[in-house]
């Protein structure tokens, strides 16, 4: 696989086809093929770096307190007529606005569902207002995508860089596939939510999952 890394990525970042030495547990380019390299042993963070659209701009300016948490497992074949309903639900406007959110949802959804191979994805599109998961961890999961829709965005580290590892934040439209816990056998990124409590300020974030076993888990998966 050969990916071009974009000028604004870290030069620590190595498209995956160059791995056999990675400086880094993180790759970031500016196309979507680059969440593929979740699958490269050394990657524990694949980011495509997406601006957010101008069309979710909007988004900005929503009064979420008019606004539900959206919470539920889709099979992607029905993505289409299922996501913009379940927004209509949530309370988002019922006219192109929303149409549009609906859309990259559904466009996420179904990418993730590639890549993981699953024919369902658990969907979850949440007001954050609490700092959340404020300590740095990873999740209680196999791999679980994250894309702040908007700002401030999840603040993440790498390991390997100890006491001096930056923090670094997704913006606004950054799709973020994250190995979780089940997947990876040592921690080498590791996530947060970054500290809002008190500011007043009001997060909106998609987190997409693989659908939950049926049988319980002993940790239950994390939220942020
Ligand atoms: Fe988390």
Redesign the pocket.
């Known amino acids: 696989m050969n990916i071009p890394v974009s000028p604004g990525a870290d030069e620590s970042a190595m498209p995956c086809g160059s791995l056999s030495h990675p400086r880094a547990a993180w790759i970031a380019a500016e196309i979507p093929l680059v969440l593929d390299c979740i699958h490269d042993e050394a990657v524990h963070l694949a980011l495509w770096q997406l601006a957010r659209p101008a069309s979710l701009d909007w988004l900005d300016a929503l009064d979420l307190d008019e606004i539900d948490d959206l919470q539920e497992t889709f099979p992607v074949v029905d993505l289409t007529v299922s996501i913009p309903a379940a927004l209509r639900d949530a309370g988002y406007p019922d006219d192109g606005r929303a149409a549009t959110l609906a859309e990259e949802i559904s466009t996420q959804a179904r990418l993730f569902a590639r890549i993981m191979q699953s024919d369902a994805v658990r969907i979850r599109l949440e007001i954050v207002e609490t700092d959340a998961?404020r300590k740095f961890?990873?999740?209680n999961v196999r791999a679980?995508m994250?894309i702040p829709l908007t700002e401030p965005g999840?603040e993440w580290i790498e390991v390997a860089c100890g006491q001096d590892a930056s923090v670094r934040r997704l913006r606004a439209g950054d799709v973020g596939l994250?190995k979780g816990r089940i997947w990876a056998e040592e921690p080498a990124i590791l996530?947060?939510?970054p500290p809002i409590a008190g500011t007043g300020i009001s997060r909106l974030l998609l987190v997409l999952d693989l659908p939950f076993p049926a049988l319980p888990s002993p940790m239950p998966p994390?939220?942020?």
């Open positions: 998961c961890h990873m999740d679980r994250i999840t994250f996530h947060r939510s994390e939220t942020f």
